[in-house]
């Protein structure tokens, strides 16, 4: 079993800076993708940023340029650096990690509780 605990949201002025952490305990060896994603009131969960191995790190339109992705293997922790934060990217995120056995097949995946990061304009 993986827990996954994030951290780090909180409420930031437009054109700031925050950084979330994901850290996760449990087994994780044979995971093969951290991921980030997102999601508002009234809509679906969106991917935000995701890391897979043998796969390009995959950055949504909206947040290319401004966040960043990486991950600490010592500490089995994933972080998502988000700069230059504008008003739209006030949601909940949550933290993913998942085995994909074939490019299309995914074998499992454990979801954080989410943190909520608010942006004023």
């Known amino acids: 079993q993986v827990q996954l605990v994030e951290s780090g949201g909180g409420l930031v002025q437009a054109g700031g800076s925050l950084t979330l952490s994901c850290a996760a305990s449990g087994s994780t060896a044979s995971a093969n993708a951290w991921g980030w994603y997102r999601q508002t009131p009234g809509k679906e969960r969106e991917m935000v940023a995701r890391?897979?191995?043998?796969?390009?790190?995959y950055y949504a339109n909206s947040v290319k340029g401004r966040f960043n992705i990486s991950r600490d293997n010592a500490k089995n922790t994933v972080y998502l650096q988000m700069n230059n934060l504008k008003s739209e990217d006030t949601a909940v995120y949550y933290c993913?990690?998942?085995?994909?056995?074939?490019?299309?097949?995914?074998?499992?995946?454990?979801w954080g509780q989410g943190t909520q990061v608010t942006v004023s304009s």
């Open positions: 890391s897979r191995s043998g796969l390009s790190t």
């Open positions: 993913n990690v998942a085995r994909w056995t074939t490019l299309v097949t995914l074998l499992y995946e454990y």
